[in-house]
């Protein structure tokens, strides 16, 4: 499906927020997710939800281009299946995004529950339009699939700054964009230590109580707060506070 172009006033409004040079040996981190009036992401565990309209869908592809990598949990990729490549292509090119201009999926799988062979990551590499993922895992694989890079923790969790900075030092991930999934966001909602732009699109619905919340386990301040709003969306930009 073709997106819709992109507003004439979002790269200005965006350009702020987006990666700069980082000197402190880790990757620049967006932190962005689309939810719902009532805090919302998806209508309920496992099931797929749309809630950004099509135009903040654009940016999202924008978004992605900017960056490279695209992070997000085993829940994300099973309930989604997303292609995670980049569809937006610049007003002065005359074809499409290519393979290349997409960022690296990095997917948090660490019981090895997603296969990428057959996923819609799969199709799009296959088509030169997206990248092969790395895959976090806790364990060395049995069988490891072709093309797919895996990172061996060798233990339940891992520490986000540390896994943070062997992406970038070892697979060249200077800016990395985190989409979910409502325990990824949850944990970096807490760590403005690592999250250098908050960007969040609210859709104009609520999902109700059964919906899967995102809200962190203590209280937590932005700064740096900017808003831009769409035909029925809105989008905050802003930072973690540190205090």
Known sequence: MSLQPLRSNLPAFLDPYLPKNKANGRPFITLTYAQS???RISKGQGQRTIISHEETKTMTHY?????????????????????????????????????????????????????????????????????????????????????????????????WGSLLKKLREDYGIYSLMVEGGA??????LLRPDLV??????IGS????????EVSPEKPLNVENVDWWKGTRDS???ATLCHD
Request: with cysteine; proline share 8%; aromatic share 6%.
């Open 37 to 39: 009036l009532d805090s």
């Open 63 to 159: 978004l992605r281009a900017h960056h490279d990598g695209i992070l997000v949990g085993t829940g994300t990729v099973l309930a989604d299946n997303p292609g995670l490549n980049s569809k937006w292509t610049p007003p002065t090119k005359t074809v499409p995004t290519t393979m290349s201009e997409s960022p690296r999926p990095i997917i948090i799988d660490m019981r090895q529950e997603w296969k990428f062979a057959g996923s819609k990551m799969w199709e799009l590499y296959n088509a030169k339009q997206g990248k092969a993922p790395i895959v976090i895992v806790q364990d060395e694989p049995q069988v490891r699939e072709p093309d797919v890079t895996y990172i061996v923790i060798g233990q339940p969790q891992f520490e």
């Open 183 to 188: 325990s990824v966001i949850q944990q970096l």
């Open 196 to 201: 250098d732009s908050l960007i969040i699109t």
């Open 205 to 212: 619905t609520f999902l109700g109580v059964h919906g899967v």
């Open 235 to 237: 989008v905050m930009c």
